[in-house]
C-alpha cells in the first residue's frame, strides 16, 4: 500500500530532484510540494521539464501542514528546518531532513558553526544520521522504531560528507590510517551545490570557463566530515566550484598508519568487502577513477584507492550527484529503509552514458 | 512474457543510450549489445556509468546474429545498416533501423544524397517510416502484419527530422502555411550529433565556447524533412553546432498561407488537438519556449507556435533530446507499438529539472 | 596628443569591455569609470581581471558629468541613454551611445518597439548610426564635422544588427537577392548578451547545456535590421541563447533575385571585394564557416555566403564576439574613426587560438 | 632592433598560443611556424583565429632549422626536444623549451618518471630553471650570459609546478611551513591541458559536465614541485580534469611550522612583499580567492593564502592559464629577460572581464 510524502522547500535545486524522485517511486506518491515563494503556480512553470507529466502546483507550507502525511522530507535552508521538523514530528509524522540541523550531534558545534542556538535540542538527540552505506545499524534501528508506528527524525548526510565519507571511510575504519596527521580534502561542486538563488556566484558568466575555492578553512561541512570519520582536529577541508551543473568529486589525502604492510590489492580487497552489499556504491578497479558524469542524474557513488608518495599517503576519491547521493536520492534512500522498502527502491536510474 | 533485445552498433552514442533504455524497459530483455571495435570488452570499460550496473560485454556483429531475439535494432551507420538489416530479417527477425538506410521511399534519392546505390530496395520498399507521432497508421498497420509473426522492419526518422517534423507539421498539414515559398529550418544540436569519433570537431577545446553552422545547403537531413512535411524542393535547411552534450532546437519559419485568418489563439489550438493523444510530444503555451534541458535524457518533444513578421510567417520551434527522441528513445517507441505496448513503455523518464 | 575618454554605465558587461580596450588604447586615456550602483568600489572588486592591472574605482554619473572630457561612451540602458547623451552633447563633449536610444531614425518607430516616446529627437536627427563598415560615408562625414571642433553624437549598431547586417549586405547591396518575399535570419548569443543582472535566464544552472529561443516574432532588433539593410517589413528575426558566454553567430537565409545568373565564385568575389577594405572583417573562403570561438574577445568579424536548395536561396553567416564588434570594439571603432585614428587602433587583439 | 624568434611545434596548443603571442610583441619577430604534421598548411587553416590576421604558413622542422633566427621555442613533446635542442644551440641560438626535458636538474629522476635516459645530460647541466619570480638571479645570470654572445638554454617550468610554487613558495621559504609532514597538492586544470591530439579523454561528450581526477600518485609533474620548493619526497599530487578549455587552480595545503607565531596578517604582508616587483604575479586581499578566469588568456597569475584547522595548515591558491603563465607567456616571459627586455613586454593583455 503506497505512503503518502511530502516536500517541503519544494522549488529549491534538492526539493525539486526529490519531487522528480518521487513522481516515479513505486511506493511513495507525492501528496504535496510546499513553497511559500512559488505557491499557487505549476511545477512545470518554474521547472518546465515537469511540463506534460504532473498538473501539481506548488502548496504553501501552511496548506502542507495541513495535510495527512506518512512522511515529510525537509528541502528547506538550515535554522528553518529546525523549527519545522517538531510541527510534524508532534503530528506523528516521520521526518527527513536533508538541512544541516539534525546532523551534527552535538548542539555546542552546530552553534558554533551555524551562528545559532539550535532550537530543537530534544528532537537532535533523538535524531539518526542518514548515511546508511555508512551507518547501516543506526538507520536500521530506526526503522524499527518507524515501524512499530512512531514517527522517527533523519538529518541526512550533506553532499561534501557524503562524496568524502564513503570514499574515505573504509581507510579509516580499517587502521590504514595514521591516528594522527592532518586529513586533507580538497574537493569540487557544480553550480547546482551553490543553490537556486540568482547570485553573481551563480551567473552563467561568472561561473562558467572559471575554477575557484571558496570557505577556505571555514566552509561548515568541515565538522561534519570530522564528526562521520571520528577525526576531530584534523580536517583540512578546501571546497571548490567548477564550470558543471551537476557533480561532486572529492579528493582525500590520508596519511598511512605508521608500519603499514598493506598491498594496494589489500587495500583494494578491504574497499570492494565494504561496499559488497550495497548496491549503490561502487569501487573502480585499480587506475579507474570516479567521473561525476557517470553518477549523474542518480543514487550512486564511485569510489576509487590509491597509494601515494612512495607509499606515504592514501588518496580516495569519490564521486556523487551532489543534489543525487548528496541530497535527495540519499533522503529517499534513508525514506526507503526506515518504511522498509529496498534501500534503493525508485533509486536504480543510470547515468546517460554521454 | 518478455521479449529479447539485440543492440548492433552498441558501442555508438545512440547505440549506447539504447543500451540504458533497454536496461530499464519493463518488457524488453537486452540480449546482446555489439560492436566488432569493442568485442570483449565490458560496457562500463568505455562508458563507466554502466559500472555496477550490467556486468554485460560488447559481443562482435556475428556472434549477435548467432544469437536468437525477437528484435534487433541497428545503430550503425548508413551503408552498414541495409547490409545488416536483411540478414536478420531473413531470419525472421523484425528490424528497428536507427540509421538513415530505411528512411527514403526513393532509392534515387538516397543514391542522391547519400552517394551510393541502395543495396536493398526491395526491403526499403516495406520499410515503414518512424515517426508514430506523424505516422501512427503507418506503423499501427505494421504491428499487425508483426503480431502476425511475421517479422518487420522500420526506419526510424533522423534526429533534425524528429525536432523539425513535429514542431511543422500540424501547421502544414492544417494548411495554415502558404503552398508556395521557401520553408527555412534553422536548427542547433549538441555535439553528441556528432558522434563517438574523437575528431577536431568533437575535441572540448575546439568545440567548447563556439557556435557554428555547417553543412549549409548540403545537409543529408534536408530530402528526409522534406519527405516528412511534404515539401518538395522548398527547404532551406542550416544545422549548428553549439556547446552542449544532448539537445536539439529547430525553428522553422513557414510563410503563411494566403488570407489565412486564424488567430493564434486557433492555431494554438490546433497544435494541442494534434498532439493531444500523443503522451511524448507537448505543446507549450503561447509566450512559452522549448527548452533543450527540459527534454534532455528523455523521449519527450516540447513544440512551441508563433506569428512573426506582422502575421506573414509562423515560426514553429521544437526541442528533443537528439539521442532520445532523435535516436534511442523514437527507436524503441516504435518497437514499443510493433509489439503492442503502450508507446512510451519504458520511456517515461522525465528530465532533470535542473 | 591622448584624448580622455570616459565610460558611464561602465559596470554592465558592454561598459567593463570598453573600459578594458581603452585601457590598452594607444590614443585614449581612460578618464573614468562611473557606474552608480557601484561608485566608489574598485573595478577590481567586481571584475577580478583588474585585479593589479589598475587601481581605478567607479565613480557616480554625477562625478563623471563634472569630469572633463574629450568623449563619453554611454553603456547605459535605453531611456536612460537619450536622457544622458544631451547633457554631454551640450557640454561640447561627443558621445558614442552603445544603447538603442539614437539607432533608429524614425521616432515613431523607436516609440512603438521600445514603448516610450523618444525624448531627445533632435539629437536623434543629427546622430549616426555607428557600423563603419556599412556605412562609412556617414562617419566619415561625422569625423569632419567632429574635426572642426564640434561635438557629435553616434548610435552604435546592436550585436545582433552587426552580424547580420555584415553576413547579408554584400548580397542585399548587390542584387542577389528578390525584392520581395521574407527574410529570415535566426540567431544565436552566448549568455553576456542577457547582461549583467543574476535572473533564472542568466543562472548558471538553466543556462547550460540548454538550447532556447526567445523574443519570438517580437525582439527589438527586428526594426534595426530592417532599417539598415533597406528591407522593411521582410524580416523574420528569431534570437535564440546557447551554452557560451560570449559569441553570436546569425544565419540569413535570403531569396536569390529571379533570374540571377551568377555563380557562387562570383557571389564569393562580390563578398571579397566588399569588405577588401576592412581590417575586421573577413570573409571566409567557400567551405569555411565562422566560428565564433575565432572572434571571441576581439573587434573581429567572420562571414560566409552559400547557395542552397538548388540556388533558390542564399544563406549568409556572421560571427561575431557580441561585446567586442556587438558592442564595445563597435564603439571605440566609431571613436577611432570620429577622432581620425584608424579604425582599428587598439582593436587588433587575435583571439585566443583554442 | 627586432629579434627573429621560431617556434617550433607551432600547431600544438602551447605552441600556437606562442605564435598569437609573438604576432604582438614588440621586439620579436615571427621567422616561422613549424609543424611536420601541418606543414605546408596556412596557420588560419586549423587556427582559423588567425583568418585575416596572418598569412603564416606552417613549415617542416627541417626548413625551420636552415632560418637563422636569434632564438627558437620549443613546443614539441619531451624526449623530442632534448634531441631538437641541442641542433640549434650548437648552431649559437638561443632555446627556450617548453618541454620537460631541461626542467629536472637530476638526470636519473629524469629517467625514473620519464622512463627513458636523458640524451643531453650536457646541455641540461647548462640549463637554466624558468620561472622567473621564483628564480629571478638564474635567469639574470643566464641573460648576461646570452647579452655576450652566447645561445642559451632556459627548461621553462610545467604548468602545475608553476601555479603550484607561485602559490607555495614565500610559505615555504619563509619558514611557516614545518620542515616535515607531507604537503598535498591537489590541482584543476582544463582541457587544452591534455592537449591537441583528438582522444576519449578530449571529446567533449566526455569532458563536458564532469569531473575526474588522473595521474594519482603518479603524475611527472611531482618531481619538478619537489624540485622548485625543495620538498624531496613530501608531496601528493593529484591533478583534476574540469570542463573548461583554459585555465588551472593548484591548491596546496601545508602544515604550519611548530610554535609558528605569524598572524594571518603577517602572513599576507609576507606574500605581497614576496611578489612587490613580479607584475604579473598578484596576491589577492585575504577573503578573495583565485579565479581562473581573470587570468585566462594572460601571463598573469593570482595566489592566496590563508590558515585552516585552527592554524595548524596553510592553504594556499594559485590561478593561471596553463597555456599562458603555465606555457607559452612563461616561454616569452623568460625570452623576454634572456633579450634584455622588461619581462613582461607583450604580455599585457588583461584577460575578459567576463
Redesign the interface.
Known sequence: MAKNAGVVGAAG?AG??L??LL??HPQFNLSFAASDAQAGHPLAE????????TDAVFVTNEEAEQTNVDVVFLAVPHKAAMTLAPTYLERGITVIDLSADFRLKDPAVYEQWYGVAHCATDWLAQATFGLPELFPQEIEQVAQIHQKGNPVLVGCAGCYPTATSLAAAPALRHGLVAEQ??I?V?A?S???GAG?K???R?????????????G??THRHTPEIEQILSIP??????P?L????????S?I?M?VAPGLSASIEEVQSIYEDFYDSS?LV?V?PQG??????????TA?A?V?I?????G??L?A?G?IDN?GKGAAAQALECANIVFGYAADAGL???????
Open positions: 535545486f525539486i530532484e519531487v522528480r513522481l516515479n518554474f521547472y518546465p521539464a515537469f511540463t506534460g507529466v596527521g592532518l586533507v580538497d569540487i557544480g553550480v547546482t537556486k540568482a547570485t553573481e551563480t551567473h552563467y558568466c561568472f561561473a562558467d570557463e572559471n575554477l575557484e575555492a571558496y577556505v578553512g582536529g584534523r580536517l583540512v577541508f578546501t571548490h567548477a564550470p558543471l551543473r551537476r557533480g561532486l568529486l579528493t589525502t596519511p548496491s561502487e573502480l579507474q577513477q570516479p567521473r561525476t558524469a557517470s553518477v549523474c542524474g550512486r564511485q576509487s590509491a597509494f601515494a608518495a612512495q606515504q599517503a588518496v576519491t564521486a543534489l536504480q536510474a543510470v547515468a546517460m552514458p554521454v
